[in-house]
C-alpha cells in the first residue's frame, strides 16, 4: 500500500510505483492525504491513518511504502499502528542500487549511504527483515548488522569513506590524464530511464549498457566520438530522480564529480511521458544540479525517445522547447544535428586565433590538430599558417605564434 502527502503540487504516485515495481513489490493501491506538512510523529492524521488501516485490511497489503523519507519515529509508529512494516522512498531507492552495483566502487558508495541512512534508524530496517523473510531491504549491508552496534556501524563508515577517498583519487587520476588531452569534455545527465546511456552508444557507436529498468548505470563510463575534425570525449552517469535521497547525493559524491567538471551538460528528457512528466524530469534534474553544484554549466537539452510520438507531437514539443534538440537514441534521428549542437556549445567557450607555425614546430602543429575546432591550415614560406578556434584556456599557450 502506497502512502502520501499532497502538498498541492503533487504528480501522482506513478513514480513510486514505478520504484515498488523495479525493487520487487507490486503496489495494490494508495491512500493519499492533503495537508502542508507531514504529522511529525505519525505522518497521517487520526481519521486518514483509519482510513488507511480499513484501505489495508481490504486489499490484504503486508507493506506499507511512504512517497516521502520517514523519521525514524514516524516510522515506528506506522508499524506499530497497522501492524506492518512500513519502508520510505529512501529504503526503496537504497535498494535498487543495492541491487543494481556491481563494480567495486558502486558497491562501496552504496553500503556507505545505506549504513548512513540506517544509523538513524538502527532497528527499523532489520525488523522489517525478520517479518518480511527476504524480499525488499535484504541486500543490504548484510545481516550481521542486526546484532551490530552503533559504533561499529560508524567504524564502518568511516573504513568506507577510506576506501572511496581510495577510489577517488584513482579518478581523479584517470580524469587528469583526460584533462591532459584537453578534448572538451561532455557530460550525459537526467532523469533515470530517459535514454542517456542510449545516448552514448548513439553518439560514440559503441556498446552501452541499457535497461528499462530505473537506476540501471551506477559507474560512469567515457567513450569519445568525433564530428567535423573535432573530437569530444562523453561521460554516461548515475540518473537523477526527484528527490534523490542526500545519502546517495554524498555517497556518490565521486561519481557525480564526473558532471561537475564536465565543460558541457547534455539534459537528456523522455519525450514520450507528456508535458507534465518531461516537467518534472527536468525539475529534478535542475535539482540535482543545483546540490551537486553543476547548475551553471553550459548546457544542451535533449529530448529522446522522438520515434514514439507522432509528426505532430512533435511539432507541437518544437513549439514548446525551440532550443531543445529532438533525437531517437533508438533509431538515430537528430544524431548528427546534436552533435552539431554539442559542438556549437563548445565553440562558443572557444576564441578564434591566426597562427603561424613554423615547419621546425611540428609537434605544436600536431596538438593543435588534437585541440582545435574548425581547423584551416595554408602552407606558406615561413610556415604553416593556422586558423582554428581554441579552448579559451588554451590561447595563451600558442600566444607566441599569433599574427
Ligand atoms: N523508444 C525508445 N526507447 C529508448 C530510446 N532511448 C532509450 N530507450 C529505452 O529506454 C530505456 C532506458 O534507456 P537507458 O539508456 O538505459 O536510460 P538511462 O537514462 O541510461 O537510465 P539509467 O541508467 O537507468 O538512469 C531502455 O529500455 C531503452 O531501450 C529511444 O530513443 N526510443
Ligand atoms: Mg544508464
Not at 535498494?95 to 545505506?114: C, M, P, R, T, Y
Not at 530517459?194 to 548505470?217: I, M, N, Y
Not at 563510463?221 to 564530428?227: G, K, N
Request: one cysteine or more; hydrophobic letters at 40%.
Amino acid at each position: 500500500m502506497m502512502i502520501a502527502i499532497d502538498r498541492g503540487r503533487s504528480h501522482g504516485l506513478g513514480e513510486l510505483s514505478d520504484l515498488l515495481l523495479a525493487a520487487g513489490v507490486a503496489p495494490v493501491g494508495e491512500v493519499v492525504q492533503q495537508r502542508s506538512e507531514p504529522d511529525p510523529d505519525r505522518y497521517f492524521g487520526r481519521g486518514k491513518l483509519e482510513v488507511l488501516a480499513e484501505q489495508v485490511a481490504r486489499s490484504g497489503a503486508n507493506l506499507i511504502a511512504c512517497d516521502d523519507e520517514l523519521a525514524p519515529r514516524q516510522e515506528r509508529s506506522l508499524e506499530k499502528l497497522l501492524g506492518l512494516p512500513v519502508i520510505d522512498r529512501t529504503a526503496i531507492i537504497l535498494d535498487i542500487f543495492a541491487s543494481h552495483a556491481n563494480s567495486s566502487e558502486g558497491k562501496l558508495q552504496v553500503e556507505l549511504a545505506q549504513l548512513e541512512y540506517n544509523l538513524a534508524r538502527m532497528r527499523g530496517l532489520w525488523t522489517h527483515l525478520e517479518r518480511l523473510g527476504a524480499g525488499i531491504g535484504t541486500r543490504g549491508p548484510g545481516e550481521s548488522q542486526i546484532e551490530t552496534d552503533r559504533r561499529l556501524a560508524r567504524d564502518r563508515i568511516a573504513s568506507l569513506r577510506r576506501k572511496i577517498d581510495g577510489v577517488e583519487r584513482t579518478r581523479r587520476v584517470m580524469r587528469k590524464r583526460r584533462e591532459r588531452s584537453e578534448l572538451p569534455q561532455v557530460a550525459l545527465a537526467g532523469y533515470t530511464n530517459a535514454g542517456k546511456s542510449s545516448l552514448l552508444g548513439a553518439l560514440c557507436e559503441c556498446p552501452v549498457q541499457v535497461g528499462d529498468r530505473p537506476f540501471h548505470t551506477l559507474d560512469p563510463l567515457t567513450r569519445s566520438f568525433e564530428y567535423d575534425g573535432g573530437r569530444f570525449l562523453l561521460t554516461d552517469t548515475v540518473g537523477f530522480i526527484e528527490k534523490l535521497p542526500h545519502q546517495l547525493v554524498d555517497a556518490f559524491r565521486a561519481t557525480l564529480e564526473e558532471t561537475v567538471l564536465s565543460d558541457v551538460l547534455l539534459i537528456v528528457v523522455d519525450s514520450s511521458g507528456g508535458d507534465e512528466r518531461m516537467q518534472l524530469e527536468l525539475d529534478a534534474s535542475e535539482t540535482v544540479l543545483r546540490d551537486i553544484g553543476a547548475d551553471d554549466k553550459p548546457r544542451v537539452t535533449v529530448l529522446n525517445k522522438i520515434d514514439l510520438l507522432s509528426p505532430s507531437q512533435r511539432e507541437e514539443l518544437r513549439f514548446a522547447w525551440p532550443t531543445a534538440v529532438q533525437v531517437s537514441a533508438r533509431t538515430g534521428e537528430g544524431i548528427p544535428r546534436l552533435k552539431d549542437a554539442i559542438r556549437e556549445v563548445v565553440e562558443s567557450g572557444m576564441e578564434p586565433v591566426d597562427l603561424l607555425v613554423p615547419y621546425s614546430e611540428g609537434s605544436r602543429l600536431s596538438e593543435l590538430h588534437e585541440i582545435a575546432l574548425g581547423l584551416s591550415r595554408i602552407d606558406e614560406p615561413g610556415g604553416v599558417r593556422v586558423s582554428a578556434r581554441l579552448p579559451a584556456g588554451q590561447v595563451h599557450r600558442f600566444a607566441d605564434l599569433a599574427v
